[in-house]
């Protein structure tokens, strides 16, 4: 489960022993692959909203089968039901576009990271709880289906442009010029996603390293700048 918290860098000095523990703790496989679950599948895509349990189950998943969940997910028909309820012929074309997009993100999510490793960036003593940034090496073409997807979410974000979208699907003229418009602005909105992010690592016994040991925190908005 996504665990939201606030990301603050106390300013506590290591001790020599204790950097050493934060190197080791924050760059732990278990905890590299924690952290990329929590990322992909939780700041970045609602995978359970796809009926995909975890960021290892969608790697395992064909295209094929990606687009299936996609076009079966219940939650996400409801939230593209409003564009669907127009009625016209380009709100059926926009939803099967959004259909699209979503599946073609969650497709791209699987290569998203082309590599991710931590270092430490503090350790706050008291509480025995590790700051790491992660430095995340993105595979562009992934990160790209990422963000016109993103780009496709902000209309509900956005009363304003969803207003506007709605009325041009209303009158059949408007398809064209939404399609580009989101599309125009994947550029910018690439430039968005933090290749360095920061996450918290709180190890449950600090002298053992396993994965059942630590508990993994990001807060979901320091993954866009």
């Known amino acids: 489960m996504l665990k939201k918290i606030i990301a603050i860098i106390v300013g506590v000095s290591f001790s020599s022993g204790g950097q050493a523990m934060a190197a080791a703790a924050c760059n732990d496989r278990s905890v590299i692959d924690t952290f990329s679950e929590l990322y992909v599948c939780g700041a970045l895509l609602n995978c359970a909203m796809m009926n995909i349990t975890s960021y290892k189950e969608l790697k395992s998943l064909s295209n094929e089968e990606i687009r299936r969940r996609v076009n ?91 207003f506007a979208i709605i009325a041009g699907l209303q009158t059949n003229t408007g398809l064209s010029s939404i399609v580009n418009t989101l599309s125009n602005e994947v550029w910018s909105t690439m430039g968005r996603f933090r290749t360095t992010v920061l996450f918290t690592v709180q190890p449950k016994h600090p002298h053992k390293r396993s994965s059942a040991n630590f508990t993994v925190g990001l807060n979901p908005s320091d993954a866009l700048q």
């Not at 012929?89 to 939803?95: H, K, L, M, R």
């Not at 992934?142 to 442009?161: M, Q, T």
Request: net charge negative.
């Open 72 to 162: 079966d997910s219940v939650r996400f028909e409801f939230e593209i039901a409003v564009y669907r309820n127009v009625g016209t012929s380009d709100a059926a074309q926009f939803v099967d576009y959004v259909k699209n997009v979503a599946a073609d993100a969650y497709i791209g999510a699987r290569t998203l990271l082309k590599s991710a490793n931590a270092i430490a960036a503090d350790y706050d003593q008291n509480i025995k709880r590790y700051a790491c940034q992660a430095n995340i090496q993105f595979d562009d073409n992934s990160l790209y289906k990422i963000a016109l997807f993103d780009n496709v979410k902000s209309i509900d974000r956005n009363s304003g442009l969803n």
